[in-house]
């Protein structure tokens, strides 16, 4: 069963609003498998061998995070900028070698809420047709049939409470029936009036 700190809310929302990213699965593990792909690309077109590419991206993300990081592989490997585009492409259209897996704690409140007959969403940030391919890549075992998706680069991003009160118009909600779980929409949430869960108290306290 999911942790009780989610309990009372199974019982009183109608609906479960969730974040994507590091929220239902780790991002990284969309990340890095990008980066890999963008180290072969690299080893293809020039001398560069793919593995000190691809950790050169792991390492830079992990200690810096991805601000200006094609940027920084562009001169760290004295690339072509023109790779610019290719790398962006990648990142927004990748066919993965692996499926996206979710945290097997999301896993067992999702399936817990469809059994319950809960409504539920994601709404993310983010390019759009980027956050639709990793939507598509998530190995969701069935559960996609029950989850809408909202992308709010396509309205407002967050921490605008706009996609998020777009959601609840086109689906009839009021504030107090849904929930909002994800890592940093504590804003969004509070802006529409709706009840917040950092995911962080899901994913640490259900494994204790």
Not at 185 to 204: F, K, P, S
Request: with cysteine; net charge negative; hydrophobic share 40%.
């Amino acid at each position: 069963m999911p942790h009780p700190v989610i309990t009372p809310y199974i019982t009183s929302k109608k609906a479960f609003v969730f974040d994507l990213d590091n929220t239902l699965y780790p991002e990284k593990d969309f990340l890095y498998q990008v980066y890999y792909m963008i180290g072969q690309f690299i080893e293809y077109q020039e001398t560069h061998e793919h593995d000190k590419v691809t950790r050169f991206l792991v390492d830079e993300f992990e200690q810096h995070g991805r601000t200006r990081l094609f940027d920084k592989l562009i001169d760290r490997f004295a690339l072509k900028p023109e790779y610019m585009e290719n790398f962006l492409r990648l990142l927004r259209t990748a066919r993965l070698p692996l499926k996206l897996l979710l945290f097997p704690q999301m896993e067992l409140l999702l399936n817990e809420l469809v059994k319950e007959g809960k409504q539920l969403y994601i709404l993310t940030n983010g390019t759009p047709e980027q956050q639709f391919n990793k939507v598509m890549q998530v190995e969701w075992k069935g559960l996609q049939h029950h989850i809408k998706c909202y992308f709010s680069n396509e309205i407002k991003p967050k921490p605008a409470p706009d996609s998020l009160l777009k959601l609840m118009e086109d689906q009839g909600l009021e504030p107090q029936e849904l929930i909002f779980i994800g890592e940093e929409d504590r804003l969004c949430a509070e802006a529409a009036g709706v009840d917040y869960l950092d995911v962080q108290v899901l994913l640490t306290q259900i494994e204790d």
